[in-house]
């Protein structure tokens, strides 16, 4: 086929929402470029656990089938064994959360200026001039001496 119109397996993998579990394994393991029974293996040892039907059958998404290519790639291009593949695919998952919940954050802190300058905006122009802008107290050292003229 030519490279214009794509492999039609390519083409169902491109018009899957990513985390659909949509795809048995034997297609998995085409879109991977896997023997099924490999799958099976890095499910076994939990590298990639795909979505399950309420019969059993395994179901992988476009994550999974990517996952998949990545375990692949470590394995064979930079020769990381399994359980070290594993640590990686755990701690680039931790990394994700903790990159969405900085987002979240930001976000949260945005809305909160957002809303601190609505309620500054609110005040009327003729109490602005009695506001004053909290300072945090100085750590300068000051010390009392009495005049020697008393």
């Known amino acids: 086929m030519s490279a214009s119109h794509g492999e039609p397996a390519q083409d169902a993998f491109r018009a899957v929402a990513e985390d659909a579990p949509?795809?048995?394994?034997?297609?998995?393991?085409e879109l991977a470029g896997m023997h099924a029974q490999?799958?099976?293996?890095?499910?076994?040892?939990?590298l990639v656990s795909p979505g399950r039907t309420s019969g059993g059958g395994r179901r992988y998404s476009p994550r999974d089938v990517a996952l998949l290519r990545e375990v692949q790639r470590l394995s064979q291009e930079d020769g990381v064994n399994l359980?070290?593949?594993?640590?990686i695919i755990e701690l680039e998952?931790?990394?994700?959360?903790?990159?969405?919940?900085?987002?979240?954050?930001?976000?949260?802190?945005q809305h909160a200026e957002q809303r601190r300058m609505a309620a500054e905006a609110a005040v009327p122009a003729a109490y602005r001039?009695?506001?004053?802008?909290?300072?945090?107290?100085?750590?300068?050292?000051?010390?009392?001496?009495p005049r020697a003229d008393r």
């Open 129 to 145: 001039a009695d506001l004053v802008p909290h300072r945090r107290p100085s750590s300068a050292l000051v010390v009392w001496r």
């Open 83 to 87: 359980a070290g593949i594993k640590r």
């Open 93 to 109: 998952s931790r990394v994700e959360a903790l990159q969405a919940r900085v987002h979240e954050l930001l976000d949260e802190l």
């Open 22 to 29: 949509v795809f048995v394994i034997s297609v998995a393991a």
């Open 38 to 46: 490999t799958l099976r293996q890095y499910d076994r040892l939990g």
